[in-house]
């Protein structure tokens, strides 16, 4: 019968989330039980929420950025007990066998492909739900460990915002004697320049205008430009090897592209609605690339977890009720979010 708990959920594109209940299934041998004690709150579930991406399946319950403590688990389960912490990210589950997915990079999967934590079908052929809710049921092979340093509200963001900029950097090579430019200091943006500087890269942030410079530096990055002002694409031209783009909204790319040295690459981290074009001559000239990244497969999600304990990355987050999510999507549409919203799960724990 599974167990049923209270969740945050919108009806429809336009209508606000509001609480709800939903039932998770019962616990299989290979599943691990948690009760969810922080969700954050990614871009990515406003979009889907909102329907911009065009295939949500409503009522939908948000959240992909999940932390809390093991509460019961499957007869075969092996890596976690009761008590233990631990977190989910963007996706439950995948095919296991195709090469993606044996190379670690679930995410890519080609067989079933990967399972989305919400707006998708589980094996057990029921649709998934998110962490805006009080507990969640998920597979020991897609569940993630959160290290004794790292707090459970801290650790939430990681889960998509962390690995989300931690691979591509990784991919990338960032580190001592590489240029990197993050686009956007929101959600993502905030931890690319904080993982960045931990790996050694020299970083700069390009924001819409100056408001955040002082969190910017503060965060640690090298230096702070505003794109709204036509002076900084004349001198930043050809400076950087690698620009992660985490704005969820069309932007200039032509424009940006300028700014990367010869085989410099753009990654694009953002999902905007609508498609953007790039002139060819921009890519040209330079032997320029722009290329994507999404999420990151289990094993290195690990790995950034454990890293972040080690160098001491955290997020800076603003911790909010559930009754407070519409208000926070309208702050993070407004790019006035510092800089992740991270839900108290509490009051919708059984
Ligand atoms: P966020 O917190 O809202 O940050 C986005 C930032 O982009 C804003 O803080 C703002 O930074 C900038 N921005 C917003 N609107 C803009 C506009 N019209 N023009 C220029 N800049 C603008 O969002 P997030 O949670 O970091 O997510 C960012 C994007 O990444 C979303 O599209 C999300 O869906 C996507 N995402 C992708 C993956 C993946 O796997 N690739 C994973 C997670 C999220 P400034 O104020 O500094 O300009
Ligand atoms: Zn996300
Ligand atoms: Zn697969």
Redesign the pocket.
Same mark, same amino acid.
Do not use: E, N, W
């Given at each position: 019968m599974g167990i049923t708990v209270s969740a945050y959920a919108a009806t429809s594109a336009t209508a606000p989330l509001t609480e709800t209940t939903i039932t998770r299934r019962e616990v299989g041998p290979h599943d691990v039980a948690f009760d969810i004690h922080f969700s954050g709150i *990614?871009? $990515?579930d406003i979009?889907t929420v909102k329907g911009e991406w065009g295939r949500t399946q409503y009522p939908i319950v948000p959240g992909h950025e999940i932390a809390g403590v093991v509460t019961e688990v499957g007869a075969e389960v092996t890596k976690y007990k009761v008590g233990d912490r631990v977190g989910v990210g *963007?996706f439950v589950d995948s095919c296991r066998e195709c090469d993606n997915c044996r190379a670690g990079i679930e995410q890519y999967c080609t067989g079933s492909g990967m399972v989305g934590t919400y707006n998708a079908v589980g094996r057990d052929g029921e649709r998934t739900q998110g962490g805006y809710s009080g507990a969640i049921v998920v597979d020991e092979n897609y569940v993630l460990r959160i290290p004794d340093a790292l707090p459970l509200d801290a650790a939430a963001p990681l889960l998509? %915002?962390g690995i #989300?900029t931690y691979s591509p950097l990784r991919h990338w090579n960032a580190g001592p004697g590489s240029r990197v430019a993050v @686009? /956007? +200091?929101?959600? +993502? /943006?905030h931890l690319a320049v904080k993982l960045a500087k931990a790996m050694g890269a020299e970083v700069t942030?390009l &924001?819409? &205008?100056l408001?955040?410079m002082e969190d910017g530096l503060r965060l640690g990055a090298d230096a702070y430009y505003a794109?709204s002002d036509p002076d900084t694409f004349a001198e930043l031209k050809g400076t950087f090897d690698l620009i992660l783009n #985490? !704005? &969820? %909204?069309n @932007?200039d790319l032509a424009a940006i592209l300028s700014l990367l040295r010869v085989d410099g690459t753009v990654v694009e +981290? /953002?999902?905007?609605e609508h498609p953007m074009s790039v002139p060819a001559g921009a890519l040209i000239g330079g032997r320029r690339s722009i290329s /994507? $990244? +999404?999420?990151g497969g289990i094993a290195e999600t690990q790995e950034m977890l454990d890293f972040c304990a080690e160098h001491g990355v955290r997020p800076e987050i603003e911790i909010i009720e559930p009754t407070y999510i519409n208000e926070a999507y309208e702050r993070? !549409?407004a $790019?006035d979010?510092r800089?992740?919203f991270v839900i108290d799960t509490a009051g919708l724990r059984n």
């Open positions: *990614c871009h $990515s979009h *963007c998509c %915002a #989300t @686009i /956007g +200091l929101g959600g +993502l /943006g942030v &924001s819409q &205008s408001k955040k794109t #985490t !704005v &969820s %909204a @932007i +981290l /953002g999902m905007p /994507g $990244s +999404l999420i993070v !549409v $790019s979010v800089y992740r």
